[in-house]
Each structure stands twice: as structure tokens, then as C-alpha cells.
């Protein structure tokens, strides 16, 4: 059966004039006709047949693309050296340099600073002090006495001159169940110099004392005291969960894009095999045109499915690129503070996906609780439920009367020497003790039931989001599982399909040699087969990615990948193996 060729040659003139278009682009062989005028469709010539060879070839030989310019072309300027990196390496540089990770990484430090701070407040405080003063005091005095004599007149005034000096050391601070302690020496020396004849005298004394101070209400408890501390470790759980929380996240990142990468490049290759099987149909076409066996149109045809082939290898090669940029975005690659130019060329391959191995083991609700337990969000809601917890105790306790009891224990001693008229040492010392009872209370104390009752909002508010992020995570892992089982469906559905068509093709072929089919009908065939190839690629690609975004839905993706050895293989600062030597292909 043999196609009429006007109609082979419609459906073909719409392909046809963008190769004419794209022949003009630099890189181009020859540059191509301004127009391009089927016979017939202008001049109301009647449509030539098989003998009108000599006329159709003038009107299509048009010059096919230089397939090394054009790529060259998309290629951006320093993507000539190729940067072979495998998936294992991507998460290792992932995990080493990716910058939302970096910044999650110093979290937990500073949480742990916090703890040393709230820590810092039950250390001993060492004082001291040194106090020196003098003062001078004039006094006259005038007496009057009743005798005969009569008033005898002012007697002398008085000077006195003190001069003192006080010298403190002490240590104190406060216990985790709010007992306050004290203990302190004081040495003070008072001279005293006075122009009367009782004469001078020096003063020493000498004390030695603890004070003790213990709330009873307010203030009292462990727990209260120790209330900053705990927050300050919850925290740090809570940190440390988030920093996991990153990590997993830009895993599942990695993961993703690298495998997208690895798409982009199967449907290069799948593009790249197509021009090769168009480039060699129309070396068949030709060969069988100069021997009689074929039409012009058959040539044409196959000159256009090359065309459009090289129009698909040039659009997939720039996906590549895209997906390239992407997973340096997520890796942080950079060369001299600018992102590495070179483009990323993936090594681990699609092939060997087992799919029996990613079907869906286990039931629904085992799994939702298992997630439960292990996704890092519901320890951070955890930790900020234990907080809010500690602040409701603190808020409560702050609530009650200020009622301390407070004693003190000392020792004192006493040394005094008179020098003039009478002269002498007097010395006394002892013990000494005081036991007391304080109290208070703030009138309508509207600040701490304020702080009490927000407490007790925010503990509610808190519970109430851990059962909101437990409906979501459930969600989440819903959806993860219908996805994985979706790609398992398509992935087996596609690589049938693949098998089918490439059969399919294979006949086509043969039946092309033997003459009973045309190119039109094999360029058809072939496009199916393509089709099918990269839904083959995507599928598999897409799978996989599928399958670690279920691993971080249940929580366990580091844990599965074993992510502590991977980040000892880094190869060097970028994580990845540049090769300059090879070529940009």
C-alpha cells in the first residue's frame, strides 16, 4: 500500500518551515532559502508525482543543523568542564555546605550558651569592699554657776577627730532550692584623737557572720529555681530537633533534584539515540532515492524528523542545565564566592530500581504512629510543651506572698586602747545569733495572675498545635504513600510500555526495508517510542524521589542512608570531583 504523496507532504510542510527558520542560526552549514514554496500550492500546478523527482529536490534540500554550534550555544560560558558527582556525594555536600543548614547548625550552640547562663546565676559571688572617712567636730560649752563669785565665765571647747577605716571580704549566693547564703568578715578601726585630758583612744573590731535566707512561698522549690535552666535544655532539645528537621529536609532535597538531574540527563540520551536513528533514516532515505527506490518526499520527510529530533536533543540538554543549577543552588557550589560553573554531570544511574522492594509494606496506622514518633516536628512541639509547662509553674509560684525566714550566726570581737591621763586596753568578745521572719505582698498583684493566666493559654495553645501537627504529619505521610504507589504503578506501566515500542519500532523498521511502509509511518512509530522512553525516565526518576520524600515523612530518611558514614567520603571542599579534563558533551 502506497501513500498518495500530497498527502504525506501536508501534514510535513508545518515541520518544515522551522527548520528552514532555525537554518539561519549561527553555527548553520549553509544558510537555507528565504522561503520555501511547496509545487502546486501558489502556482496552481497539479501536484507532481514520482516522475517530478528533480523538482521537489530543488525546492527542499535544505541544510541540516550544525548540531556541535547549537549546543554550544545553550551552553552558558565556563560549562565546558563537567563536574562528575555521584548521588552519595551530593548528600554529603549537602549535609557539609548547604547554607540553611549551616545557619540551623549553630542553633544548638547557642542553646547550649543559654544553659551555661541560667546555670551561671547559682554561682558564688565573691565581694569585698574598702571605706575610710574622717571627721572633725568642735564643741564649746558655756556653764553658769550659782555662788557668790557669780558667773565665772565660758569654759574651754572640745575637738574631737575621728578617723575610721573598714575593710569587707565576703561570698555569697543562692542554692537550687532558694536558700540564700551570705558570709562575710568585716575588720573596722576608728582612731580617736580629743584635746581634753581623758586623751586618745583606737577602736578595732572585728566580725565575722553568716546569714542564711530561705523563702518559705514565693521562691521556694527546686523546680522554680531551676525553672530557667530547664528551659534553657529544653531548648536545646528543641534546637537539636529542628537542626535534624533541616537535615532531613535538605536530604530530601538533594535527593530530589539529584534524581530530576538524572532524568534530565535519560532524556538526553533517549533525544541523543533518536537523532542517531533519525540521522541514519535519512541516510537510508537518500540511499534509496539516488537508487529509484523512494521518493523526494520520502527524503523530506526524513530531513524533517532529524530537524525536529535536534530541536528536541538542543531543549533537553537545556533542561539539564536547569536541573544542574538547581542541585548547585541546594549544594552550595562555589568557586571564588560565585556559584561553580561547571555543569553536573550525575553518575549514579536509574537502572536496577527494584520494584517490589518499594511497594508499600505495612499498615496505615502502624506506620502514622511510627511517624509519630519519629518525625523531629512533634519533638519540637514536645520541648515547647515542656516549657510552657516550667512557665506555668513559674507563673503559678509567683502568684503566692513573699514570706522569708532569715537568721544569722556571727562572731565578734571588740579591742580598745586609751592613751593619756588614763591609759589602758578594753577587749570584749562573742557570739552572736538573730533569727527573723519577712513578709510581703503586693496589693491586687495584677501583674503575676496576668502572667499566670497567659501561662495557661499558651500551655493550651501548645497542645493544641501538637494535635494539629499530628493530623498534618498523618496527612503528609498519606500522601507520600499514594505518590510512592503511584510512580510504582507508572514506572511498571511505562517500562511495558517501552518494551511494546520498541517491538513495535523494530517491525517498523523492517517494514520500511522491505518497502511496505514509508518513513512518515517509521517517524511516527519513533515518536512514540521517545515518548514513552522519557515517561519511562521521568517515572523511575520521579520514584525515587518519591521514595525519600516517604523516608522523611516517617522520619527515618538519615537514619535509612546511614548518614554519619556518608559525610567521611567528601572528597574535597566542594564535595564533588571535578573533571576538568573532560569535554562538554
Known sequence: MTASPLGILLPFSF?????????????????????????????????????????????????????????????????????????????????????????????????????????????????????????????????????IAGDVGPYPGVSVDDSSRTLEVGIGG?????????????????????????????????????????????????????????????????????LYL??????????????????????????????QTAEQLLADTRQRNELGASSDLETLTAQSALARRQNDLISAFADAGRASDHLKGILDLRRDGIMESAMLTPVTPLAGIDLDQLRQTGHLDERILAAWDQRPELHIKDAQAAIAQITLRQRRNARFPSLDLVGQYGWRDTDEDYNGIVAGDTSEDGEFWSLAMKASAPIGNRRARAEYRSAQLRQDQ????????????????????????????????????VELERVRFQAEQ????????????????????????????????????????????????????????MAERVQDSTGVTIDKTAGGE
Open 15 to 147: 515541520a518544515v518551515l522551522p527548520l528552514v527558520l532555525s537554518a539561519s542560526l549561527p553555527g548553520a552549514a549553509a544558510e537555507a532559502p528565504d522561503s520555501l514554496t511547496l509545487p502546486g500550492e501558489t502556482t496552481g500546478q497539479p501536484v507532481p508525482g514520482p516522475d517530478s523527482s528533480s523538482s521537489i529536490r530543488s525546492e527542499v534540500e535544505v541544510t541540516l543543523l550544525d548540531m556541535q554550534s547549537l549546543l554550544n550555544a545553550v551552553r552558558l560560558e565556563g560549562e565546558q568542564v563537567v563536574a562528575v558527582v555521584s548521588l552519595e556525594e551530593a548528600i554529603a555536600t549537602a549535609m557539609k555546605q548547604n547554607p540553611s543548614l549551616l545557619v540551623a547548625s549553630i542553633e544548638p550552640q547557642l542553646a547550649g550558651e543559654s544553659v551555661k547562663a541560667a546555670k551561671g546565676d547559682f554561682d558564688p559571688r565573691v565581694r569585698s569592699s574598702v571605706e575610710m572617712g574622717e571627721s572633725d567636730t568642735d564643741q564649746e560649752q558655756r556653764r553658769s554657776l550659782l555662788d
Open 246 to 275: 533541616q537535615q532531613q529536609n535538605t536530604v530530601a532535597d538533594t535527593i530530589g533534584a539529584y534524581w530530576q538531574l538524572v532524568g534530565a540527563f535519560a532524556a538526553v540520551k533517549v533525544r541523543e539515540s533518536a537523532v
Open 462 to 497: 501548645v497542645g493544641r498545635e501538637k494535635q494539629q501537627l499530628r493530623t498534618y504529619i498523618a496527612e503528609d505521610l498519606r500522601q507520600s504513600m499514594r505518590e510512592t504507589s503511584k510512580y510504582v504503578v507508572l514506572v511498571e506501566n511505562a517500562r511495558k510500555t
Open 174 to 242: 543562692k542554692l537550687f532550692t532558694g536558700l540564700q547564703y551570705d558570709v562575710s568578715a568585716v575588720r573596722s578601726t576608728t582612731d580617736r584623737d580629743i584635746n581634753t585630758p581623758g586623751g586618745d583612744s583606737t577602736t578595732d573590731k572585728d566580725t565575722v557572720a553568716l546569714t542564711l535566707t530561705q523563702p518559705l512561698l514565693r521562691g521556694a522549690g527546686i523546680q522554680v529555681n531551676r525553672a530557667e535552666i530547664l528551659k534553657a535544655r529544653q531548648n536545646t532539645a528543641a534546637s537539636e530537633a529542628d
Open 510 to 565: 523492517e517494514r520500511y526495508h522491505f518497502g511496505t511502509s514509508t518513513a512518515f509511518h517509521l517517524v511516527q512509530v519513533q515518536d512514540d517510542l521517545i515518548a514513552e522512553e522519557t515517561r519511562l525516565a521521568q517515572a523511575e526518576a520521579a520514584l525515587l524521589a518519591a521514595q525519600a520524600d516517604l523516608q522523611r515523612a516517617e522520619g527515618t530518611l538519615l537514619s535509612d542512608l546511614g548518614l554519619g558514614m
